[in-house]
């Protein structure tokens, strides 16, 4: 059974930087598209950011592009999401995401079938 652990939300005030982990075996596969959604109170999940193993191509939701960076270290089976410049629109509730495959775009919650149990990014003003 896949399990995807994160680490790394928290507290942070507008402008600073939170980095994310998260852990799994399946990284080191090369045909997976593995990543970040979030979902903030009230609204639908969003994919933030993927990467696709095989060829390291990376997908940002536009929000993000120039902030967030996704990044995977093969070598201890990580997946990070470095996230600069935050601002409280960035508050929500982070998923480590991951399926077999390439990423589609667009994307949806239902494309990925391993969740992580989230972690909780909040951003004060």
């Known amino acids: 059974q896949v399990q995807l652990e994160e680490r790394g939300g928290g507290s942070v005030q507008a402008g600073g930087s939170l980095r994310l982990s998260c852990a799994a075996s399946?990284?080191?596969?090369?045909?997976?598209?593995i990543g970040w959604f979030r979902q903030a109170p009230g609204k639908e999940r969003e994919a933030v950011a993927r990467?696709?193993?095989?060829?390291?191509?990376?997908y940002y939701a536009d929000s993000v592009k120039g902030r967030f960076t996704i990044s995977q270290y093969k070598a201890n089976n990580t997946l990070y999401l470095q996230m600069n410049n935050l601002k409280p629109e960035d508050t929500a509730m982070y998923y480590c995401?991951?399926?077999?495959?390439?990423?589609?775009?667009?994307?949806?919650?239902?494309?990925?079938?391993?969740w992580g149990q989230g972690t909780q990014v909040t951003v004060s003003s």
């Open positions: 995401v991951a399926d077999g495959g390439y990423c589609y775009t667009p994307t949806q919650p239902s494309d990925f079938t391993y």
């Open positions: 399946l990284f080191t596969a090369n045909n997976y598209c």
């Open positions: 990467i696709y193993t095989g060829t390291t191509k990376t």
